[in-house]
């Protein structure tokens, strides 16, 4: 059965620890809004694991 939704998915298992990778990755999942409002959020937090947490609030369904 062929469906035309095709549920994007990011690996970060080669991204953890890097937020600038995790946010490469991130970018080709989400739309350009999307994006720009991540990275805005992303620079406001502090410490890796909020931004860890918001990265993944963007991308996990």
């Given at each position: 059965m062929?469906?035309?939704?095709?549920?994007?998915?990011?690996?970060?298992k080669f991204?953890?620890?890097?937020?600038?990778?995790?946010l490469?990755?991130?970018?080709?999942?989400?739309?350009?809004?999307?994006?720009?409002?991540?990275?805005?959020?992303?620079?406001?937090?502090?410490?890796?694991?909020?931004?860890?947490?918001?990265?993944?609030?963007?991308?996990?369904?």
């Amino acid at each position: 059965m062929h469906t035309n939704r095709v549920k994007a998915k990011v690996d970060f298992k080669f991204c953890m620890g890097n937020i600038p990778a995790m946010l490469r990755a991130a970018k080709n999942v989400l739309s350009e809004k999307q994006y720009k409002e991540l990275c805005t959020e992303v620079n406001k937090a502090d410490g890796y694991l909020e931004q860890k947490r918001i990265i993944f609030s963007y991308v996990d369904p």
